[in-house]
């Protein structure tokens, strides 16, 4: 069965870079993101764990941990490492899983049969402290990933969990936001004192809250 939004993400232990990950303890308390590359050695995925690793202070700020996995062995991970370093100009500084049963692709459907029947596809989960997906987007092989809109889908919904608002579209962290439609306008003004613009009654518009 697929794994939808809100459902529990599934637990797996498996060897990386950096040990073994008992995946819910790994990421027991925080927020998390799971990435799927098709192929060690290959140029897409190259490009994108350089980024990644880049990103790393901004996932840190997030308390976000960061996950990679590929169906390849273990040891082909630390000489692919070397080309990320050398050729993206980053390190990597996250564990990349080596699920060579692809349990764990199997688990989050990862292998797509129409589209590659042994690769994964650029799967991309977050996960929330509370171990429920957040969000799920999947990409073809050959388009890499957009990791400045994953987090920013992050800060929304890091924002969203502890505020009753909604994000617009293209919405950046620090821009105005929508209060949500579940909130009661009797609630509203408790909750948003100042106010807020109105241009339909459905709408209504405020800062993005603080703290």
Known sequence: MAILIGDTAPDFTVDSTEGPIHFHDYIDGHWAVLFSHPKNFTPVCTTELGYTAKL????????????????????????????????????????????????????????????????????VFVIGPDKKVKLKIEYPAS???????????????QLTAKHSVATPVNWKNGEDVIIASSVSAEAAKEKFPNGWKEPKPYLRIVPQPRG
């Open 143 to 157: 388009t890499g990933r957009n990791f400045d809109e994953i987090l920013r889908v992050i800060d929304s919904l």
């Open 56 to 123: 790393k202070p901004e996932f840190d700020k997030r308390d976000v941990k960061v996950l990679g996995l590929s169906v390849d062995k273990l040891e082909d991970h630390g000489g692919w490492a070397k080309d990320i370093e050398e050729t993206q100009g980053a390190a990597l500084n996250f564990p990349l899983l080596a699920d060579t049963d692809r349990k764990v692709a199997t688990l989050y459907e990862m292998i797509h049969p129409n589209a590659d029947n042994s690769l994964t596809v650029r799967s």
